[in-house]
T-cell receptor
């Protein structure tokens, strides 16, 4: 059974810092891994999608890496801003129906 | 890209009342559709998924049901709500090809009182 874990559960940093969020999964047989952002009381916004054959994806100040063999992914946020404050969720797709297994999320606070 | 519409945004219902949450999708055809629930302090849990009209798979036994009367419409229902049905319900879509990105709606906050 696939399990996804995110560390840390919460993180508070001053504005401008670079930071790394971690995600690990138990079954390396995945199709893809997706990082989402969730603001309080809102739905999920897709940030980055990494296919199982890829090592990393970049979008602006965000960079996500994938090491499928070790069951790990990281989300790197450069030059953090207060607007980055949100909960970040990692999800893996390991079935042929597109079902996602989510981690518990990391709640990030960037202080001005 | 796909757009997912969910309504209502918030809902307060008494125990024992019926429920109907609707989700519609724009910008794609023949999507896979999903209902997830996010309970307070817990992660997202998949409730139902559908790969086509009238095809529903349930992931966990529960008090809820789902239906897909049209290609881009997904409905979550209950005949009698329980307190434990409270939570944040999210509809999502992906295509039949598993390597594609999943998109989510803005969610419905359900409080059963």
């Amino acid at each position: 059974k696939q399990e996804v874990t995110q560390i840390p559960a919460a993180l508070s940093v001053p504005e401008g810092e670079n930071l790394v969020l971690n995600c690990s999964f138990t079954d390396s047989a995945i199709y893809n891994l997706q990082w989402f952002r969730q603001d309080p009381g809102k739905g999920l916004t897709s940030l980055l999608l990494i296919q199982s054959s890829q090592r990393e994806q970049t979008s602006g100040r965000l960079n996500a890496s994938l090491d499928k063999s070790s069951g790990r992914s990281t989300l790197y946020i450069a030059a953090s801003q207060p607007g980055d404050s949100a909960t970040y969720l990692c999800a893996v797709c390991s079935g042929n129906t597109g079902k996602l297994i989510f981690g518990q999320g990391t709640t990030l606070q960037v202080k001005p | 890209s796909q757009t997912i519409h969910q309504w209502p945004a918030t809902l307060v219902q008494p125990v024992g009342s019926p429920l109907s949450l609707e989700c519609t999708v724009e910008g794609t055809s023949n999507p896979n559709l999903y209902w997830y629930r996010q309970a307070a302090g817990r992660g997202l849990q998949l409730l139902f998924y559908s790969v086509g009209i009238g095809q529903i798979s349930s992931e966990v036994p529960q008090n809820l049901s789902a239906s897909r009367p049209q290609d881009r419409q997904f409905i979550l229902s209950s005949k009698k709500l329980l307190l434990s049905d409270s939570g944040f319900y999210l509809c999502a879509c992906g295509t039949i090809h598993h390597g594609t990105e999943a998109f989510f709606g803005q969610g419905t906050r359900l409080t059963v009182v």
